[in-house]
T-cell receptor, first 113, second 114 residues
Framework: GENVEQHPSTLSVQEGDSAVIKCTYS??????FPWYKQELGKRPQLIID?????GEKKDQRIAVTLNKTAKHFSLHITETQPEDSAVYFC????????????FGKGNQVVVIP | NAGVTQTPKFQVLKTGQSMTLQCAQD?????MYWYRQDPGMGLRLIYY???????DKGEVPNGYNVSRLNKREFSLRLESAAPSQTSVYFC?????????????FGAGSRLTVL
């Protein structure tokens, strides 16, 4: 089945700087790549997603890029703010995998004021 | 519109006891899921139900059973709890749209097995 890995496991950034989290996936048939944000003690929530027919997608301060050849996708957060501190999970799914999402283990992002 | 509601929020069990986690969604989603979250392990799928009347094993099904009672409700049962089942459990539901499987999660249930 699909295997999703995230790097780095923990990332500390100064407020205002950019943060980048990278995920790799194993199944070349995967075609949908969401990112979920989980604040401390809260539920995971979708923040952005990308389909395999698109190379980049932006939503205000966050963006996701996809490199299908290398089988990796990244979350970019610009002008980080304290409320960006959270655990971020990437995931991947494919029709061959019954559209079930395979999640990475998560990245802890800490924004230092 | 409550979304995904799961109960209880907290539970302490002794080894060998049984319990059922309840989950209900009001978004008319076909698919429902149970995940467990442990530190450093991310979200691991226990069981899922692609549609009413079907259930399938996920990554870590041992020690659990599920019931898709109707389209709204999906319960997770621990027949004989073990300390290794101490975790935070999340129920989720989804509806595939244009190839995207967007999950809506419940607030989580923190289970401690002594």
């Amino acid at each position: 089945g699909e295997n999703v890995e995230q790097h780095p496991s923990t990332l500390s950034v100064q407020e205002g700087d950019s943060a980048v989290i990278k995920c790799t996936y194993s199944d070349s048939a995967s075609n949908y790549f969401p990112w979920y944000k989980q604040e401390l003690g809260k539920r995971p929530q979708l923040i952005i997603d990308i389909r395999s027919n698109v190379g980049e997608k932006k939503d205000q301060r966050i963006a996701v890029t996809l490199n299908k050849t290398a089988k990796h996708f990244s979350l970019h957060i610009t002008e980080t703010q304290p409320e960006d501190s959270a655990v971020y999970f990437c995931a991947a799914s494919s029709l061959s995998g019954n559209n079930r999402l395979a999640f990475g283990k998560g990245n802890q992002v800490v924004v230092i004021p | 519109n409550a979304g995904v509601t799961q109960t209880p929020k907290f539970q302490v069990l002794k080894t060998g006891q049984s319990m059922t986690l309840q989950c209900a969604q009001d978004m008319n989603h076909n698919s429902m899921y149970w995940y467990r979250q442990d530190p450093g392990m991310g979200l691991r799928l226990i069981y899922y139900s692609a549609s009413e009347g079907t259930t399938d094993k996920g990554e870590v099904p041992n020690g659990y059973n599920v019931s898709r009672l109707n389209k709204r409700e999906f319960s997770l049962r621990l027949e004989s709890a073990a300390p290794s089942q101490t975790s935070v459990y999340f129920c989720a539901s989804s509806e595939r749209s244009s190839g995207a499987n967007v999950l809506t999660f419940g607030a989580g249930s923190r289970l401690t097995v002594l």
